[in-house]
């Protein structure tokens, strides 16, 4: 049984670094190298794919970051096997501060043989308490919703969001090309990114710079009364979504 | 080593200990200012009445503003004499120079007393000479606490300075990719080693010297080189050098820490989804008597708190040291435009025999 290893690091030289030293450790402790990736959503495809034992980390890394890819994998369905992480950073002070809270292993670069072969031997799954005390440590720049559908997992950018909008237990999220269902609820997702969504309705928030636009739109009911509501336009699609009357001044200041 | 240090640090101009440069604009402004505030105190102290003030400046002004201009012109002229000289000989000279000024300014006024409306008969030279020399000597403590306020050559100050230009991050980064080269590639390998051991080398001199602009493209085309190796195709930089002949004199690792925040900021985190490189900008070009350098990068707003410190840092730490070498001449303006990051920084050029 050899532990397979999937290397993740946006440099190009790191990344060969670490298969040279990974070659030497072979003879004390077998492994296969199946596979490298630039950042966390390429890791992510790849661990969800196929099965990996250990994920060697970095940390800093352009589309996602090392630890936000972290915590996509501790937060992977139970039907996806997770494998153990070792981090590995050049310089990261907030990084290494929290991996040493919650006593999670991690490389330096540049790295060593006798400490690589170490980090192997010793790597753990990350438990949800760890998880935890990372995220808290160092906040991961979370730029993506990792949705489940049908066993497999999407990694969806925030910056694709258009808006969200609550159904009974799922909140419905809408891109351009299509929507998925996402399992949290509405206000966690509004505490978590108050820079990139406004809320509009008591079940809706939608991506701020996708505001096209308010429309005022008047109806007459069955009585013959005319009452007017505003919706918002949002930009790339042909449906409004409806401004509450609690909502109604974020018109003024848009 | 040290024997090595301490001569080069004697030669060095040290702002704090020479006098300012009087052909400076911004020198000629805030001398202007100190000598009217001062005018302005005496005038107030003269005035009978609060009304009485604004005749009495006038009638100070007329004293004092042609002596004035007359030691800025003296000044600005003997400056290249100046700059060959010790620091205490320079003050000695000057110091003679305005006494002449004074005696000469008395003079004349006593000559053409139908002329000035003022009468100058209850004051004699010794003491018209003593006031004018008192008045030199506050405006040089006034330069001399403002160089000394803005001189790198304090030891704390060096020593942050020191820290925010080598960034751990790219040291162990480096040091990393030549590890990963050095049994694949052995030639690139050296050639790395070199390109860093010369940028360490320029990073750890005592840089308070003007250098060539040359030279400092010259580092920062070492520092690409290193940053290529490790970033590959995500790197790409165009040069656009359009200062031709001249070399202008520019403060040391001006323009290194600004590409190395580029290259951190601005190139490393860019979304590489497109496999689209990130284009580095550097634009050097003259107009008339000003050097025109401008730096841009690819720009994203972060989603989360980003360590933007380090960027402050370095704007901060190379703002200083212009002000230091160029006062108000100098200036370096950072901002966002068209979703690109733009620093802009424009100095006086002047080169070895101005100097």
Known sequence: MTTKILIVDDEAPARRRLLDLLDDCRVDFPLTVVGEAGNGVEALEQITQGDVDIVILDIRMPVMDGIEAAMQIAALPETVKRPKIIFSTA????????????????????YRADRLLAALKKAEVLNPSQAKAIAQAAPPARRFLSIHERG?????????VLYLKAEQKYVTVRTAAREYLYEESLTKLEEAFPNIFTRLHRNSLVATKAIAGFERVVETAEDGQDASHWVAVVRGLDERLPVSRRQQHIIRSF | ??????????????????????????????????????????????????????????????????????????????????VRMSARAELVLFLVVEALIAWLTFWLIGE??????????????????????????????????????????????RLQALQSRIRPHFLFNSINAVLSLIRHEPKRAERMLEDMAELFRVLMADNRRLTPLSDEIALCRRYLEIEQIRLGDRLKVEWNLQHQAIDPLVPPLMLQPLIE???????????????????????????????????SNP??????????????????????RLQLHFDAEASLNARVIASRYEVEISLPIINEQTV
Not at chain 2, 66 to 81: I, Q, V
Not at chain 2, 116 to 141: E, K, P, R
Not at chain 2, 299 to 320: C, F, V
């Open chain 1, 152 to 160: 497999k997992v999407a990694f969806v950018p925030l910056e694709d």
């Open chain 2, 261 to 295: 925040n580029a290259v951190y900021h601005g190139i490393e985190p860019m979304m590489s989804i497109n496999n689209e490189a990130g284009v580095l900008k550097i634009d050097v070009s003259t107009k008339g008597k000003v050097l025109n350098i401008i730096l």
């Open chain 2, 112 to 157: 053409y007393k139908n002329v000035f409306s003022g009468d100058l008969s209850a004051v004699a030279a010794w003491q018209f000479i003593t006031l004018f020399i008192f008045t030199t000597a506050c405006v040089l403590i006034y330069f001399n606490l403002r160089a000394r306020e803005l001189s790198p050559a304090l030891a704390e100050a």
């Open chain 1, 91 to 110: 310089f990261d002070a907030h990084a290494v501060k929290a991996f040493e809270l919650s006593a999670v292993d991690y490389l330096l670069k540049p």
């Open chain 2, 1 to 82: 080593m040290s024997i090595n240090q301490t001569n080069s640090a004697t030669r060095a101009h040290d702002a704090t200990r020479h006098l300012p440069n009087f052909c400076n604009l911004g020198v000629m402004l805030q001398l202007l200012l100190l000598v009217s505030i001062l005018c302005l105190a005496a005038g107030v102290l003269r005035a009978q009445t609060l009304s009485d003030v604004w005749p009495q400046l006038l009638t100070i002004s007329i004293y004092v503003q042609p002596p004035l201009m007359l030691s800025l012109l003296a000044s600005c002229a003997l400056r290249r004499l100046f």
């Open chain 2, 299 to 320: 720009y994203q707003i972060d989603l989360a708190p980003t360590h933007s410190g380090g960027n402050k840092m370095a704007i901060k730490n190379i703002r200083e």
